[in-house]
Nanobody, 126 residues
Framework: QVQLVESGGGLVQTGGSLRLSCAVS????????MGWFRQGPGKEREFVAA????????YYADSVKGRFAISRDGAKNTLYLHLNRLKPEDTAAYYC???????????????????WGQGTQVTVSS
C-alpha cells in the first residue's frame, strides 16, 4: 500500500507563490506516474499536472500552464508542485496521487490513479 502525504498549503495573496510537497512511502513499478489534482469549493476535482518518475516527462492543465511547475526528487521520494502567480480561482484542496501509466490521454483522469494523499488546502486572497 503506497502512502502519500501532502504539505505546504496555506493562505497567500494574489500573485504570490507556494510550494506543495508530497512525500511518497515507496516507488513501485506499478506506480510510475505522479499527479496533482485540486478541488475548489463547490467544484469537481480537476487535473492540475502529472510527471513520470523515471523520465521526468510532464503534462499540465491549460489553466495552470506557465504558472505552475511539477517536479520530483527521486532520492527523497518526494513530488513537488510550485505554484506561481496565484489567482483566487486557484483556491482549492490540492491532492497528489500515483498510479500506472495508461497513456498521456489518461493522466488527466482521476480514475487512472490508485493511491491518493489526504490533501492540503491552498487559499488565495484577492
Amino acid at each position: 500500500q503506497v502512502q502519500l502525504v501532502e504539505s505546504g498549503g496555506g493562505l497567500v495573496q494574489t500573485g504570490g507563490s507556494l510550494r506543495l510537497s508530497c512525500a511518497v512511502s515507496e516507488r513501485t513499478s506499478r506506480t510510475p506516474v505522479m499527479g496533482w489534482f485540486r478541488q475548489g469549493p463547490g467544484k469537481e476535482r480537476e487535473f492540475v499536472a502529472a510527471i513520470t518518475w523515471t523520465s521526468g516527462l510532464t503534462y499540465y492543465a491549460d489553466s495552470v500552464k506557465g504558472r505552475f511547475a511539477i517536479s520530483r526528487d527521486g532520492a527523497k521520494n518526494t513530488l513537488y508542485l510550485h505554484l506561481n502567480r496565484l489567482k483566487p480561482e486557484d483556491t482549492a484542496a490540492y491532492y497528489c496521487a500515483t498510479g500506472p501509466f495508461g497513456g498521456w490521454d489518461r493522466v488527466r483522469e482521476d480514475s487512472s490513479y490508485d493511491y491518493w494523499g489526504q490533501g492540503t488546502q491552498v487559499t488565495v486572497s484577492s
